[in-house]
């Protein structure tokens, strides 16, 4: 799923999926970004001042995978899933990642708009706060969809030819119907613990619900 390196990398894949290649110990820096930021230049362009936002406030953000615990000096990432040690990232790890991705992002996207089209159905976002003061950031699946519907779309995703997993943060991602959804497993016993779906690089964001 993630790639070992010295530096951070940020790449697309044939199906435009997020490919980042970070040193070891930065793996779950990269589950977050992959399962709860996600490869999108608006997205990116709400979450960064979202983000610094919440750092001024010490406001909490819930997202599809982890709780963002932020303060002037970085944020710290608790796994909503799996029962790891929170992990603490400076703020020159995570803007440096955060911009990197925006620059490949906005440097991809005209040649990406020429060869591909939009996706012809939006993944929502939903941002709002909760009654404890957090703030909600996820994706979901279309109101419309069945739970039938989305339990197929799951269990396609994670039994797919194109299913990546990572062993160690307990992320995955595959495809179903031409569209990634990303979810998160128990590395020990393989259960699937939840999935959701990944905004499109192509997709344009409405405002977020909420």
């Known amino acids: ?43 990116l362009a709400r979450l960064i001042p979202g983000l610094q936002a919440a750092q001024q406030s010490r406001t909490p953000i819930l997202g599809n995978g982890w709780q963002v615990e932020p303060d002037e000096h970085g944020v710290i990432l608790h796994s909503a899933y799996l029962d790891r040690e929170p992990f603490g990232v400076p703020n020159t790890v995570l803007w440096t990642l955060l911009t990197g991705l925006q620059g ?49 779309a799951g269990q396609g995703a994670w039994q797919s030819p194109e299913v990546l997993r990572d ?30 779906p990944v905004v499109s690089p192509l997709q344009r964001i409405p405002e977020p619900v909420g």
């Open 104 to 152: 490949l992002l906005a440097e991809s996207d005209a040649a990406l708009r020429a060869q591909r089209p939009e996706p012809a159905e939006i993944v929502p976002r939903l941002v709002n706060q909760d009654e404890q003061g957090a703030l909600r950031d996820y994706t979901y699946f279309p109101p419309s969809w069945s739970a039938e519907m989305i339990k197929q």
């Open 1 to 43: 799923m993630f790639e070992e390196s010295e530096t951070f990398r940020c790449t697309l894949d044939e199906h435009l999926r997020l490919r980042l290649s970070v040193p070891a110990r930065l793996r779950p820096l990269a589950a977050w970004v992959h399962t709860d930021a996600q490869a999108n230049q608006q997205i």
């Open 167 to 196: 062993w160690d943060t307990g992320v995955w991602s595959g495809f179903w119907q031409g569209r990634e959804i990303a979810g998160y497993f128990h590395p020990d016993s393989g259960e699937v613990l939840t999935y959701f």
